[in-house]
């Protein structure tokens, strides 16, 4: 499709159960990323896929949080035992890189709002 | 290693006057540079991207933003604030080395715009 999909828009879990959000790319990019958005605005990097490899995952809470990207499938992120502070908005975005230098534009789905009671 | 600094976390300007919104970022390698708008409850919205040709760079809604690499700046403005400016903005940048893409995101500036 032509815009980044993200299911569900709303999330509701109690503390210690397991929440799964989903994002599908726009379809021919082939770099995927998950940002995490807290109340006060602002954006933390989560992890990022170059196709269904793992490109980046600097700033994902490894012990909790895990993501794919298979093939003919949408990609995941999946969080176990969510926590109260997991509450934010998950954005996922999708780019397709420039084959020259320089980087080209993210685009981002609407979110999905995880609310942890 | 890259970084962004948004100067202001909040600007409230009237209807009808100019908007600036200070951005200033450091990058080890050339990097390209966005402003994203966010209203509330909503997504982000590219308004415009520089990458390495002109710099300065005209996007939607009458925005417009000057790269100066001298100044490591990369300000957003518009000559007249609309109401319907009001939101949140994030200045951001990328590098990509050796097809690794890394982005970085500003902590954002609220845009209050007063009737």
């Known amino acids: 499709g032509e815009e980044v999909a993200q299911t569900p828009k709303h999330l509701v879990r109690g503390e210690g159960q397991k929440a799964k959000l989903y994002c599908a790319p726009i379809?021919?990019?082939?770099?995927v990323f998950w940002y995490q958005q807290v109340l006060k605005n602002e954006f933390k990097f989560l992890i990022s896929?170059?196709?269904?490899?793992?490109?980046?995952e600097t700033g994902m809470p490894k012990e909790r949080f895990s993501a794919k990207c298979l093939p003919n499938s949408p990609c995941s992120l999946e969080i176990q035992a969510t926590k109260l502070e997991d509450s934010a908005v998950y954005f996922c975005?999708?780019?397709?890189?420039?084959?020259?230098?320089?980087?080209?534009?993210?685009?981002f789905g609407p979110g999905t709002r995880l609310t942890v009671l | 290693a890259q970084s962004v600094t948004q100067l202001d976390s909040h600007v409230s300007v009237s209807e009808g006057t100019p908007v600036l919104l200070r951005c200033n970022y450091s990058s080890s390698y050339s990097p390209s540079l966005f402003w994203y708008v966010q209203h509330p409850n909503k997504g982000l919205q590219l308004l415009l991207k520089y990458t390495s040709a002109a710099t300065l760079v005209k996007g939607i809604n009458g925005f417009e933003a000057e790269f100066k690499k001298s100044e490591t700046s990369f300000h957003l403005t518009k000559p007249s604030a609309h109401m319907s400016d009001a939101a949140e903005y994030f200045c951001v940048v990328t590098i990509n080395s050796g097809g690794y893409q890394k982005v970085t995101f500003g902590t954002g500036t609220k845009l209050q715009v007063i009737p």
């Open positions: 379809k021919g990019h082939s770099y």
């Open positions: 975005a999708s780019s397709q890189p420039d084959r020259g230098p320089t980087t080209d534009t993210q685009y």
């Open positions: 896929f170059q196709n269904e490899n793992v490109f980046d």
